[in-house]
């Protein structure tokens, strides 16, 4: 099946600095990718949407330049943390779409990040 | 807004019995719905989607919709304790480019052996 390798899965860095995360898929390409936050015990709360070589589009209150999205190719998502604080610390997941199918995108395994 | 209206539980059931889990969306022109769970730690993965009125049966695994009622469904047949996890209920709107999914907060369900 369609999978989606998401790394690093945790990483712990000081206040200000800034943290790169990556999602490749790995047997598809993926036209549409989501990046999604989630809080300890809350729902996954949409960031923002990349399509391949297209500017991310933001969900409303979240900063995109804080939050830098980069779709430059079919196979390969980032999404940088600029100057991260304490309270960016959250479970960061992509999520892909591979065009054509509109049913059960392929997650990533989400990243861990702790702001100290 | 488009909202994903799911309790929060925990539901608990004993093992082998039927869990029921239960979801309601306000955006009345939505297509597709989808069931994912979430293990702690871990990220969503996909159970089930449908899309049509009507029951959707995978293995032990039941999905029901009623567009009508704007109202989704999961049930877990022989229910097992592997099987506690959060259930996440998500919903594709409708239209030309819209792919997006709107999550539920999801509800945690404890299987007791």
């Known amino acids: 099946g369609a999978v989606v390798s998401q790394h690093p899965s945790w990483v712990i860095c000081k206040s200000g600095t800034s943290v790169k995360i990556e999602c490749r898929s790995l047997?598809?390409?993926?036209?549409?990718m989501f990046w999604y936050r989630q809080f300890p015990k809350q729902s996954l709360m949409l960031m923002a949407t990349s399509n391949e070589g297209s500017k991310a589009t933001y969900e409303q209150g979240v900063e995109k330049d804080k939050f830098l999205i980069n779709h430059a190719s079919l196979t390969l998502s980032t999404l940088t943390v600029t100057s991260a604080h304490p309270e960016d610390s959250s479970f960061y997941i992509c999520?892909?779409?591979?065009?054509?199918?509109?049913?059960?995108?392929?997650f990533g395994s989400g990243t861990r990040l702790t702001v100290v | 807004q488009k909202e994903v209206e799911q309790n929060s539980g925990p539901l608990s059931v004993p093992e082998g019995a039927i869990a029921s889990l239960n979801c309601t969306y306000s955006?009345?022109?939505?297509?597709?719905f989808f069931w994912y769970r979430q293990y702690s730690g871990k990220s969503p993965e996909l159970i089930m989607f449908i899309y049509s009125n009507g029951d959707k049966e995978d293995g032990r695994f039941t999905a029901q919709l009623n567009k009508a009622s704007q109202y989704v469904s999961l049930l877990i047949r022989d229910s097992q304790p592997s099987d506690s996890a959060t259930y996440l209920c998500?919903?594709?709107?409708w239209g030309a480019g819209s792919y997006q999914l709107t999550f539920g907060k999801g509800t945690k369900l404890s299987v007791i052996p």
């Open positions: 047997d598809f390409q993926a036209t549409t």
């Open positions: 955006d009345r022109g939505s297509q597709s």
């Open positions: 998500a919903v594709r709107g």
């Open positions: 999520s892909a779409r591979e065009a054509g199918i509109n049913y059960g995108y392929t």
